[in-house]
């Protein structure tokens, strides 16, 4: 064991690029994995109403993909309802900020050149820097930076698009034949540990299971309110791109606390070009609401569903995006809940154990 860990620190560079190879070569599956377990919610209830209202007892082919279909059109009318409203107000603001580009590269003109008069040293540096670099070399610098950036690019949005298609045919896959995958792993688990150990197993997979299914209905919920709570507010105050802002910040709210701040820049942008006013005040409110939100909306609502208390679900987020980031922020709470559950039966076991009831 020590010859080994021996080899493994000596060679830890030359692992982690395999790992990180592994990693890149099996994320398709893994964003699968994923999406598969979110629809699944989704799946699992059309399939359920389907089934009572064709009084079908147990799996049945014809409803499962029935309720798949179901719910990738549901997923596909969402994208595409945001992409009707976002695409075209998109185009407008570019196309106003291309009017715009002439005046503002004046005015950027007009600033450097009283900037330069005022302190004539820059001037200097400048005229130096050019002389120690030919404007060809920069120029071909800058122009090796942009088509190396354009074919990166691409690059990385052909690899995105066959890694998404990727994920949705492996969930719909995993979606079809659940059930035999739940019988193989339980195979597996009777094969390879003792019957004691496979109840824990298992105990802990369906603790995980309603978990993390309270979590994802709690934080969609929480994002709905938030939205609704935003877009009556905008259209009291009569914010132009009321429902448009709305939505997104119900779907960025989906990541928790921190997600919405995308949706209110992209807000205050679409804002700002009818009124910079208008987009400084929209950003207060923002940062009001959000305050509201985070203390006691989200604590309330996803804490709830998890089984944490508003404190504990602070606690959990905060250092969840502390460690890992959005990554942390979105298993934090779920992973906390896991624990508080395993932690507490625990604690009874051994209470009882040792006779004791109740403790003040």
């Known amino acids: 064991f020590t010859a080994f860990s021996f080899l493994v620190v000596n060679n830890i560079s030359v ?3 395999i790992l990180k190879k592994l990693f890149l070569v099996i994320k398709p599956f893994v964003l699968g994995g994923v999406l598969a377990f979110i629809l699944n919610i989704v799946v699992t209830k059309i399939e359920n109403f389907l089934n009572k209202k064709l009084k079908i007892t147990g799996p049945d082919t014809s409803v499962r993909i029935t309720a798949i279909i179901l719910s990738l059109l549901g997923l596909v009318t ?3 309802f945001v992409a009707f409203l976002l ?9 106003l900020l291309l009017e715009n580009i ?3 590269i004046q005015k950027a003109q007009d600033f450097v050149l009283d900037l330069l008069a005022r302190y004539p040293e820059i001037q200097v540096e400048i005229a130096e820097m050019f002389n120690q670099a030919s404007i060809s070399s920069i120029l071909s610098t800058l122009l090796n930076y942009i088509i190396n950036g354009s074919i990166g690019f691409i690059s990385s949005l052909v690899s995105g698009v066959v890694s998404f298609v990727t994920a949705i045919i492996f969930a719909i896959y995993v979606l079809s034949q659940k059930e035999s995958l739940k019988s193989g792993a339980k195979k597996i688990l009777y094969a390879y540990f003792k019957e004691d150990k496979i109840e824990k197993i298992l105990n802990f997979g369906r603790l995980t299971n309603k978990t ?3 979590f994802i209905s709690g934080q969609c919920l929480e994002a709905i309110i938030l939205g609704t709570i935003f877009f009556i507010v905008l259209m ?11 939505v997104l910040i119900t779907i960025t ?4 606390i921190f997600g919405a701040f995308l949706a209110c820049a992209v807000g205050a942008i679409l804002i700002a070009v009818n009124s910079p006013i208008q987009a400084v005040i929209f950003v207060g409110i923002f940062l009001i609401i959000q305050q509201i939100e985070e203390n006691f909306i989200y604590p309330k609502v996803v804490g709830a569903s998890v089984g944490l208390s508003p404190m504990w679900t602070l606690f959990a987020i905060s250092v969840g995006g502390s460690l890992y980031g959005i990554l942390g922020m979105l298993i934090g709470l779920p992973i906390a809940s896991i624990g508080y559950v395993l932690l507490k039966e625990n604690t009874d ?4 154990r040792k006779k004791i009831k109740e403790i003040i």
């Open 87 to 95: 695409i075209p107000e998109l185009i407008r603001n570019i196309e």
């Open 15 to 17: 692992i982690l690029g």
């Open 102 to 104: 002439p005046g503002l």
């Open 212 to 214: 993390f299914t309270s």
């Open 253 to 256: 709210a989906l990541v928790p």
């Open 78 to 80: 969402i994208i595409g």
């Open 349 to 352: 076991k051994r209470l009882k």
């Open 236 to 246: 009291i105050f009569r914010f132009p791109y009321a429902l448009l802002i709305s």
